[in-house]
């Protein structure tokens, strides 16, 4: 009896020495494998910076000269490269870093990336797909729903009391959206005070609900389009003004802002771009 207890002893001392050794060699083949991975990217990732860090600068500065295609197996590079300037500048500088970035699809890479990325995180594995899946496949959903209940209802396919119903439903759930993002702002930021605006919000939220919700449905799906085809988007002619802002108050007028003060590129040693700063 106590040679058999001791035979199962050795038997599981063996077992945990083997599932000891079995770890230790997974985990030295990972650390080897890092380092292959470490030893091949570096390369790379000194390549990409030479060739993107002076027309990244260029542009930055104002210069129009073309940009190459970014290969899929250099956009983690190129993101790296193009996250760390971003410290270093400011105002139209940094519009257009990103005009550069939209140009060659890097956000687009970016965002590809992060979905199910092991290390995204709620963002990459919850946040992410759901936005994709809602506002992705929201519009086409919504729009054939439309389109088929009233095609069927026209034809008489289904009564009138079911596409009555279908529209409350649709409608009420939009109502259900707007009164959301109604209690978010008061939970929030508070920033219409007044009963009047209160009540303008509540109108707002009924009327978007009766055709404007239907026609942002319709223009999300036409630019889903747009983007699946590779087209460009164009946002049109955009006037900006400040009404909004208060009035500006009496008394000596400001000194003017210095020639370059809101569009500039610092100088960032850290990396590897050191060099007087930029003004314009």
């Not at 077992?15 to 494998?33: K, N």
């Not at 009233?150 to 439903?169: N, R």
Request: aromatic share 10%; glycine share 10%.
């Amino acid at each position: 009896m106590g040679s058999g207890a001791d035979s199962d002893l050795v038997g599981a001392v063996w077992w945990a020495g083997a599932l000891a050794f079995g770890l230790t060699s997974a985990l030295a083949l990972q650390v080897l494998l890092m380092r292959w991975r470490i030893a091949r990217r570096e390369p790379r990732r000194e390549r990409v910076f030479t060739l993107w860090r002076p027309l990244l600068f260029e542009h930055v500065v104002g210069g129009v000269s073309a940009l190459p295609a970014l290969p899929a197996r250099d956009e983690e590079d190129f993101l790296l490269l193009w996250n760390q300037l971003q410290d270093g500048v400011r105002g139209g500088a940094r519009a257009r870093l990103n005009a550069v970035a939209e140009s060659v699809g890097a956000r687009t890479a970016a965002n590809r990336g992060l979905l199910f990325h092991p290390r995204g995180g709620a963002p990459g594995w919850l946040a992410f797909p759901v936005l994709l899946a809602f506002e992705a496949l929201g519009p086409l959903v919504e729009v054939i729903g439309y389109l088929v209940m009233t095609a069927s209802f026209a034809l008489g396919m289904v009564s009138w009391q079911a596409f009555l119903a279908f529209m409350v439903c649709a409608v009420g759930l939009g109502l259900v959206l707007s009164a959301c993002a109604l209690l978010l702002e008061e939970l929030s930021f508070h920033l219409y005070r007044r009963p009047r605006h209160l009540a303008a919000l509540l109108a707002a939220m009924l009327f978007e609900n009766l055709g404007y919700r239907q026609l942002t449905a319709w223009w999300r799906l036409r630019a889903i389009g747009t983007w699946l085809r590779g087209r460009p988007g164009q946002w049109g002619e955009m006037t900006r003004i400040a009404s909004w802002q208060a009035p500006p108050s009496k008394g000596p007028p400001l000194a003017p802002p210095r020639v370059g003060q809101a569009d500039s590129v610092d100088p960032a040693p850290a990396y590897d771009v050191a060099g007087p700063a930029y003004e314009e």
